[in-house]
């Protein structure tokens, strides 16, 4: 009980950790320099400079609150509690910052670099709240709807839209800024899949060796990992050997691999990244 409290206090920082990244590139960088890279910020941002008394910010509030009431109508509760969390306080936190710290102009003359710390900033929040397996609602509650009801390719219906969110930035703050926009929302997709891909990164051992039994007593005893071993025949010596197969976490690779030179100086090993490891110590 204690390690699954541990454990949702950790996944409840890290929503916490990039719910803030994302408020901060969103309000500091994306909304001074109207960057409308998609995602309800993008709607939020373009509704606020046409529909007078009303903020950008709010517009996020307003809009965030009725897709979560729509999910809950139409999905039920099942995008979670951490999903809850992230889009109330990502929406609060908005409309806070604009109480607490009004901004009325970017903080620079250097419309690229303010672009790159919008698109890093929102790319690394919104990775580290996607590895938590939640998300900080908006339009993702949308892709859940559709995927329940509907054929279409959800991937290719949101890229679509951002496209159309961050298009409409020509026709409302001009060529420049829509430039701007559409080349941030390419930027933004790219960066968020490599953060992802980062932050699961482990590393899968194929070890060549004749010594199998003290490579996998080091294994299981120390890495406390498990191995799956087969027997193999060198195709020019004939010689009978073994292949020890093992995934570990980044971290732990450098150890394995030295402990493998040590023991077996002649083993083969073959060491590849992966990103997708499911299965007991990694991701269920």
Do not use: W
Not at 10 to 22: A, D
Not at 175 to 191: E, Q, R, Y
Not at 230 to 235: F, H, I, L, N, T
Not at 257 to 276: G, L
């Amino acid at each position: 009980m204690k390690a699954v409290n541990l454990k949702t206090i950790k996944e409840y920082m890290l929503v916490t950790l990039g719910t803030l990244l994302l408020i901060a590139g969103i309000y500091f960088f994306k909304f001074p320099n109207n960057f409308t890279t998609g995602g309800v910020s993008g709607i939020s941002l373009v509704l606020g400079s046409i529909v007078p008394g009303i903020s950008s910010g709010m517009f996020v509030l307003i809009t965030n609150m009725a897709l979560l009431a729509i999910g809950f109508i139409f999905v039920g509760g099942s995008f979670g509690i951490k999903t809850i969390y992230s889009s109330v306080l990502f929406s609060v936190g908005i409309v806070a910052l604009e109480k607490i710290y009004p901004m009325s102009a970017p903080f620079t003359d250097q419309p690229f670099m303010e672009l790159t710390y919008a698109v890093l900033l929102t790319a690394l929040g919104s990775s580290i709240i996607f590895n938590t397996g939640a998300s900080s609602g908006g339009t993702d509650i949308i892709a859940m709807i559709l995927k329940k009801y509907t054929e279409i390719d959800i991937g290719k219906a949101l890229l679509l839209s951002d496209g159309l969110i961050a298009a409409s930035a020509f026709f409302v703050f001009g060529a420049k800024t829509g430039m701007f926009s559409l080349m941030g929302l390419i930027i933004k997709t790219t960066a968020i899949d490599i953060f992802i891909e980062n932050f699961t990164l482990c590393k899968f051992f194929i070890i060549v060796t004749t010594k199998s039994d003290e490579i996998c007593d080091y294994i299981m005893k120390i890495m406390h990992h498990g191995a799956t071993v087969s027997d193999a025949e060198g195709a020019f010596t004939h010689t009978g050997k073994k292949l020890v197969m093992v995934a570990c976490k980044r971290a732990e690779a450098l150890s394995l691999r030295k402990k493998v030179k040590e023991i077996d100086h002649d083993a083969f090993t073959f060491i590849t990244n992966t990103s997708e490891i499911i299965g007991k110590g990694f991701r269920q």
